[in-house]
């Protein structure tokens, strides 16, 4: 019987080892998209400051001016020659009172620049009287709105520490005081005040002292009733009050000849006037030469004109001090100052450069909110140089007339923004230069430049786009729109798509300007690239988003029809946000919904529910949820469109994805709230059918099918609890476990209870709900909502389409009961809640007619008192476990020890009349649909007491999380493409310990192994091993048990986790696969009821997580006599092969998350093992029935079976194709017999005998070796010739115990390594020699 040795032959060695490490960098990886690594919801809210709640006017101004010119008070000594200039006239070159009337029109022409619609009133040298009736008539008029007191008092005394200010009697013979205190009760709040006088800062000081003096006699009145405060009205509060002041309280006015007299009042008013001045009085000046104060008078231009050289001054001076002011400033204060009053916004920036120039003359202006100081800002250079250069060009224009070249100030600014934005780490201040950026929006010659900067800046996050629009971007962006300039069109629709994405309030604001249309023209212009158009259809979407103005006005402006073009653009995001944008546009607005139904809208949305995109998928699922789920008055035509598209939407009831899934529960629960009462029906129906019927229990007998005859355990308290929400680590103590045994009400009273067929089926996934997170009571428990799913004959699912239409809601009612069931937690919690609701309301309807006999309704046991026990609320919805693995009930209850019972008939399966052991766990104490004696009175809140309950609560945060793609950047090279990324390092990393194990592995196995004997590990563990799985590159090992997969290290010996896979009571884990072994692996687990799991941080200190789960083979029934469910993973291509106890192989795509193929394998017996080689597109499956398969997966499903070889006589236990391209195929029966077949010819090449009763083998894929594990407790090695090269029949050490049956072994992928699994939970490992590891 020798054999030739290179039937198992190797890759050749060398080359193939660095092309390996290549490899590594190109292979696809599984579920590592953002769907699966985030959860799905939208981002939080930023609280927006940037709307002003409160935008104020300066209404009413009063000009006073106490100048009583050719007088000069008493109490300053003034120079000679002395400031003279008032409002820039010489108040001696005319008449006392035609100066006075002058410098008070010239004072309101000062201010009217800066705001020209309000009214204003000079006071003339005026006595208490007049200032008195003055204010109050201005604040009658003004209201709620600011007024402005403006106060020169340069012809009277200084004020008075005592809080008052002078003015005259009315012959003006002398002066009389006026107290702050009054001027503060007449002017009211809000008020803003402008002191231009000597030791001006008292003022401001009494001012404030007065607000505090008011405060307090205010709650002392508040108190006390007889108060004489406590009848009048409120007086206003002064803390809305500014105060600008010239000078401290000890400081004089500066006399220098050359200045103002009102310097203070000029850098207010006629800002730069005054700063040219002073510039020419610099000795810097004379670098320019040729400019004296005279010229500065004909600077050309007006101040308004920004392309004049004043106005193009007047503008840098505005850019300037408002960068200065952001910049400085703490946002709040910016903020009132600087956006929300225009004559204050204009003041304060004048003020800082009053700061600057009146501080060269030793005075400090002071501010009432005091300002941090700004005149050393460096920004002032600049300042200084653009007046430079626009100065040293006057001579020649006055002269010669020269045109006027345009200061480089902006570009130069767009330089240094950009700058910021390429050269800076990721947290640093944000750029100085963003106020300027705004400006220069003003600008048509800058425009593109600075909205691309712009863009590049709000790109960086929300904390940019929050920033920019509390600089005060929003109005100019919004008036941007009106331009009809297609090169701006990108640039604005990438700037709002970031605006709405971080603040979507904006919606309004946009309709009530005709925003919309902007984008809706750049979503029908077809020349515009597909990116641009998926953000302008983003940005639609945000505008119809429950926004009833916003849908009216799209759906003028041709929206649906607009998005029904483009639903099958090749560009998967703008797809996505085409059915998200009609999705809402028709969602309770029932005009829209109309209009899509003459467009046939939702029939156009079903090609999309194929889409390979899963979030295209969901999107479609959504528009067709909201298309159903909002019509008002109900026709013919309606109800028949909802049955269409409802029948359609059940397709997708096993789609791949649970995005997806979860998606269509809130799609369907749509339609459960618009026809309520049908569904009510379709419940009660149900209910009573579950009532009258049992269910069989899976098969009991232990046949040679069952590779795996499993026993349960002792009560091993498990580690760890994994829960796919919360993952709260729990840690059993023995108080906890006795609070959980007394929550779970063994009904000591009642005796043993009945045992209920619900009982069988305790899903974690959906029985997490039974305690929901809401804490709702439920009424349908799950083993009522499982059964049903059982009891409806469910094989109709597949054959959805050919329904009578009379059955529509039966069949929703079956896919819901179908998700209810759902492996990945999320959605059958979605869908318990869809069907309690309707199981409650149907209650209650039926509650009078007593349709419900509560005794009749399920062998269960005697109604306890109280409904608390059967329902155990849980922290945080975690799924409870079944008994029979790790619960993560209120605490973590360890498995009940069982009764003993002979090793064939697992525990598992109770017959109906017997005790079964885990009735206890979920007893039925509570009569199913009452609400208990507790709960009777509380009808009133019940939690579906209105029509909208489900709706309401229902959703899934799928759009909001879409949307948080435009709010994050989208321009930045994503971390793991980036070559200095930790990400990035850690897997370069990964790759070279991945080469080194090949490397190290292949020089072992290519001398050859001698003997494989060598126990390197043994360990008991929690559950008897069903799966074993080698990581291919850490020294990682995965072993499942019924229900639950535990972690071992198998070089230093120790438990690295262990915890519950989630699989219903009555099914077991048949198979394990890594997932992108060779990088960031994830776990994928198979059970027979046709579920697959996968998750991840499972083995490190983190908590396990559910990465996704999905229903792989359907109408699998779990039986103990089946293969369960088999499966091989092609990491090369993404694909998944499962099959197992149905007549099928069907083919998974990862990347898509859906079917891509269903191969009949044409037999009639089950298949037991699958491998599959992705270069030869070949799939080998072996069969329950001995026959061994060929399938090539590239041609139709008729002629796709390539070859069958049926040489065996008993059910295939392994049947493995060797990856090299002239690979064989090696296949072994359980009666030992291990035959080889070359693919092309159709007998075999040779045939070994090897052990009786085998019940596991596996073959390794690089050495030439396989091992054998038998019912009659040993294993054996061989190698390729057939020769035993070692025989395994006691355990190391242990006194030499004899090993048990065994249940499971694997090799590892590279080492000479054997995983074996026992009946007797102990797990080991042997391996070649020592010397050779």
């Known amino acids: 019987m020798k054999m030739d040795a290179d039937l198992l032959h190797l890759p050749s060695v060398g080359f193939a080892e660095e092309e390996a490490d290549m490899n590594d960098w190109e292979l696809p990886l599984a579920f590592m998209k953002k769907r699966h690594s985030e959860k799905i919801e939208g981002s939080k809210a930023l609280a927006q400051s940037w709307r002003m709640k409160d935008r104020m006017k300066t209404v009413s101004v009063a000009l006073v001016l106490c100048l009583n010119v050719g007088v000069d008070p008493p109490d300053v000594v003034k120079t000679s020659p002395c400031a003279r200039l008032e409002c820039w006239i010489d108040p001696l070159s005319m008449s006392p009172q035609k100066a006075l009337e002058t410098i008070g029109a010239n004072l309101q022409k000062q201010y009217e620049n800066w705001q020209p619609r309000a009214r204003y009133k000079q006071s003339l040298d005026p006595t208490v009287d007049e200032v008195k009736k003055l204010c109050t008539s201005l604040r009658r008029n003004a209201k709620e709105e600011r007024v402005l007191f403006h106060y020169n008092g340069h012809g009277v005394p200084r004020p008075t520490v005592n809080g008052e200010i002078w003015v005259f009697n009315k012959n003006y013979t002398q002066y009389i005081p006026l107290s702050i205190y009054d001027l503060q009760t007449w002017m009211g709040s809000p008020s803003i005040f402008v002191y231009d006088c000597s030791n001006a800062g008292i003022i401001v000081t009494s001012f404030k002292q007065f607000a505090l003096q008011r405060e307090q006699e205010l709650e002392v009145a508040a108190i006390n009733p007889s108060h004489p405060l406590a009848q009048m009205p409120l007086p206003p509060s002064m803390k809305n009050c500014i105060q600008l002041a010239a000078c401290e309280a000890s400081e004089l006015l500066p006399m220098n000849p050359d200045l103002p007299a009102d310097l203070f009042t000029s850098c207010l008013t006629t800002p730069i006037k005054i700063a040219l001045r002073w510039f020419?009085?610099?000795?810097?000046?004379?670098?320019?030469?040729?400019?004296?104060?005279?010229?500065?008078?004909?600077?050309?231009?007006?101040?308004?004109?920004?392309?004049t050289p004043l106005g193009e001054l007047n503008w840098i001076f505005t850019a300037i001090t408002d960068t200065i002011a952001w910049n400085v400033l703490p946002r709040d204060l910016f903020q009132k100052l600087f956006r929300q009053d225009?004559?204050?916004?204009?003041?304060?920036?004048?003020?800082?450069?009053?700061?600057?120039?009146?501080?060269?003359?030793?005075?400090?202006?002071?501010?009432?909110?005091?300002?941090?100081?700004?005149?050393?800002?460096?920004?002032?250079?600049?300042?200084?140089?653009?007046?430079?250069?626009?100065?040293?060009?006057?001579?020649?224009?006055?002269?010669?007339?020269?045109?006027?070249?345009?200061?480089?100030?902006?570009a130069e600014q767009l330089t240094a923004f950009q700058v910021w934005l390429t050269m800076g780490v990721e947290n640093r201040n944000p750029p100085e230069q963003l106020p300027i950026v705004l400006q220069v929006l003003l600008s048509q010659v800058h425009r593109l430049r600075a909205l691309d900067l712009l863009g590049c800046f709000l790109d960086l996050g929300p904390w940019a786009v929050s920033l920019a629009l509390s600089v005060g971007i929003f109005p100019y962006v919004l008036k941007l729109l009106q331009s009809s300039a297609r090169e701006l069109r990108p640039l604005?629709?990438?700037?709002?798509?970031?605006?709405?994405?971080?603040?979507?309030?904006?919606?309004?604001?946009?309709?009530?300007?005709?925003?919309?249309?902007?984008?809706?023209?750049?979503?029908?212009?077809?020349?515009?690239?597909?990116?641009?158009?998926?953000?302008?259809?983003?940005?639609?979407?945000?505008?119809?988003?429950?926004?009833?103005?916003?849908?009216e006005a799209c759906l003028q402006g041709n929206l649906i029809a607009n998005c029904l073009e483009q639903l099958s653009d090749p560009h998967p995001l703008l797809r996505q946000w085409v059915a998200i944008c009609l999705?809402?546009?028709?969602?309770?607005?029932?005009?829209?919904?109309?209009?899509?139904?003459?467009?046939?809208?939702?029939?156009?949305?079903?090609?999309?529910?194929?889409?390979?995109?899963?979030?295209?998928?969901?999107a479609a699922v959504f528009a067709l949820g909201t298309f159903v789920g909002n019509s008002a008055e109900r026709t013919d035509h309606s109800t028949t469109i909802d049955h269409n598209v409802a029948m359609m939407l059940a397709q997708l009831i096993n789609d791949g994805s649970p995005v997806v899934r979860k998606e269509l529960v809130v799609a369907l629960s749509h339609l459960v709230v618009q026809y309520e009462s049908n569904f009510c029906t379709v419940a009660l129906q149900f209910i009573e059918?579950?009532?009258?019927?049992?269910?069989?229990?899976?098969?009991?007998?232990?046949?040679?099918?069952?590779?795996?005859?499993?026993?349960?355990?002792?009560?091993?308290?498990?580690?760890?609890?994994?829960?796919?929400?919360?993952?709260?680590?729990?840690?059993?103590?023995?108080?906890?476990?006795?609070?959980?045994?007394?929550?779970?009400?063994?009904?000591?009273?009642?005796?043993?209870?009945?045992?209920?067929?619900?009982?069988?089926?305790?899903?974690?996934?959906?029985?997490?709900?039974?305690?929901?997170?809401?804490?709702?009571?439920?009424?349908?428990?799950?083993?009522?909502?499982?059964?049903?799913?059982?009891?409806?004959?469910?094989?109709?699912?597949?054959?959805?389409?050919?329904?009578?239409?009379?059955?529509?809601?039966?069949?929703?009612?079956?896919?819901?009961?179908h998700l209810a069931a759902d492996p990945f937690p999320e959605v059958s919690d979605l869908a318990m809640k869809v069907l309690n609701c309707i199981a409650y309301k149907a209650m209650m309807n039926a509650r009078p007619q007593r349709i419900l006999d509560s005794g009749s309704l399920t062998q269960s046991a005697p109604a306890s008192p109280t409904s608390k026990g059967t329902h155990i609320h849980q922290a945080g919805g975690s799924p409870p476990m079944p008994s029979t693995s790790s619960s993560s009930l209120t605490n973590e209850v360890p498995k009940p020890p069982t009764r003993d019972q002979p090793a064939t008939r697992p525990p598992y399966t109770p017959t109906l009349g017997g005790q079964a052991p885990h009735s206890h766990q979920f007893p039925r104490t509570r009569k199913m649909?009452?609400?208990?004696?507790?709960?009777?009175?509380?009808?009133?809140?019940?939690?579906?007491?209105?029509?909208?309950?489900?709706?309401?609560?229902?959703?899934?945060?799928?759009?909001?999380?879409?949307?948080?793609?435009?709010?994050?950047?989208?321009?930045?090279?994503?971390?793991?493409?980036?070559?200095?990324?930790?990400?990035?390092?850690e897997r370069q990393w990964r790759f070279l310990r991945n080469a080194r194990v090949k490397r190290q592995s292949r020089s072992i196995t290519q001398r050859g192994v001698s003997r494989l004997d060598d126990q390197i590990f043994i360990n008991r563990n929690p559950g008897v091993p069903s799966v074993v799985k080698f990581h291919p590159f850490n020294t990682c090992i995965a072993v499942a048990d019924k229900d639950s997969i535990c972690f071992w290290d198998w070089e230093k010996g120790e438990r690295l986790d262990y915890f519950y896979n989630g699989n219903p009571r009555y099914t077991r884990i048949t198979a394990m696969e890594y997932l992108n072994g060779h990088d960031c692996s994830l776990l994928l687990t198979a059970t027979d009821d046709g579920a697959l799991r996968v998750w991840k941080n499972f083995a490190d200190q983190k908590n396990p997580e559910m990465v996704t789960a999905w229903q792989g083979l359907s109408d699998m029934l779990p039986t103990t006599r089946g293969a369960g469910m088999v499966v091989d993973w092609e990491q090369e291509t993404g694909l998944l092969m499962t099959s197992g106890d149905v007549r099928v192989i069907r083919i998974w795509d990862t990347d898509r998350e859906m079917k891509v193929q269903d191969i009949p394998t044409g037999a009639d017996s089950c298949v037991t093992s699958l491998s599959c080689d992705s270069q030869r597109s070949l799939i080998v499956a072996g069969l329950g029935d001995g026959s061994v398969r060929v399938f090539d997966r590239r041609m139709g499903p008729n002629e796709c079976r390539i070859m069958t070889y049926r040489e065996h006589g008993a059910w295939v236990v392994k049947a493995h194709l060797q990856k090299e391209s002239d690979g064989h195929i090696i296949s072994v029966s359980v009666n030992g017999d291990v035959r080889f077949f070359e693919p092309r010819t159709p007998d075999s090449v040779n045939v070994l005998q090897t052990v009786k009763g085998l019940t596991a083998l596996d073959i390794h894929p690089q050495a030439n070796l396989f091992a054998c594990g038998s019912m009659n407790q040993f294993i054996a090695v061989y190698n390729a010739n057939g020769d035993v090269i070692s025989n395994i029949k006691y355990y190391d050490g242990f006194m030499g115990q004899r090993i048990g049956a065994i249940s499971c072994l694997a090799f590892h992928p590279h080492w000479p390594h054997l995983a074996v699994g026992s009946n007797d939970y102990y797990m080991s490992i042997y391996s070649a020699e020592k010397r050779l590891r």
């Not at 810097?284 to 004909?298: H, M, R």
């Not at 709002?496 to 809706?520: E, R, T």
């Not at 945000?542 to 916003?550: A, D, F, L, P, R």
């Open 929 to 985: 649909f009452d609400k208990g004696p507790e709960q009777a009175a509380e009808d009133g809140d019940e939690p579906c007491g209105h029509r909208n309950y489900i709706s309401a609560a229902l959703q899934t945060g799928l759009c909001d999380w879409s949307a948080k793609y435009f709010a994050q950047p989208v321009t930045k090279i994503p971390e793991e493409h980036d070559l200095q990324s930790q990400v990035r390092m």
């Open 689 to 817: 059918e579950e009532k009258n019927y049992t269910v069989s229990s899976p098969a009991n007998s232990s046949e040679p099918g069952n590779l795996t005859p499993v026993r349960d355990s002792p009560a091993i308290p498990r580690l760890r609890s994994v829960n796919s929400y919360t993952n709260i680590r729990a840690v059993t103590t023995a108080r906890n476990l006795n609070k959980s045994l007394q929550n779970l009400n063994l009904n000591e009273e009642g005796g043993p209870a009945a045992f209920s067929p619900g009982n069988l089926s305790t899903s974690s996934s959906a029985s997490s709900t039974l305690g929901s997170p809401d804490n709702d009571e439920y009424i349908l428990s799950f083993e009522t909502i499982d059964k049903m799913r059982r009891v409806s004959s469910y094989s109709s699912l597949n054959s959805l389409i050919g329904v009578s239409f009379n059955s529509v809601y039966t069949q929703i009612w079956r896919v819901l009961l």
């Open 280 to 307: 020419c009085m610099q000795k810097s000046a004379k670098l320019v030469p040729g400019v004296t104060l005279d010229l500065i008078e004909k600077i050309p231009g007006r101040l308004n004109d920004r392309r």
């Open 583 to 618: 999705g809402r546009i028709w969602q309770n607005f029932d005009p829209a919904r109309w209009c899509g139904v003459r467009d046939s809208a939702h029939e156009k949305l079903y090609i999309l529910l194929s889409d390979p995109i899963p979030e295209v998928r969901c």
């Open 342 to 410: 225009l004559l204050v916004a204009s003041l304060f920036r004048n003020f800082l450069l009053a700061e600057r120039i009146m501080r060269s003359y030793n005075c400090t202006p002071v501010s009432s909110p005091r300002l941090p100081p700004t005149y050393m800002h460096a920004m002032w250079q600049a300042w200084d140089l653009a007046v430079d250069i626009c100065l040293s060009q006057l001579p020649t224009i006055i002269e010669e007339g020269t045109a006027f070249r345009h200061s480089p100030f902006f």
């Open 492 to 551: 604005l629709v990438f700037i709002w798509a970031k605006i709405l994405a971080v603040d979507s309030s904006c919606q309004a604001d946009l309709v009530k300007d005709n925003g919309h249309k902007y984008f809706l023209s750049v979503l029908a212009d077809s020349y515009m690239p597909a990116e641009h158009r998926t953000m302008a259809v983003f940005i639609l979407a945000v505008i119809v988003n429950s926004y009833s103005t916003g849908q």
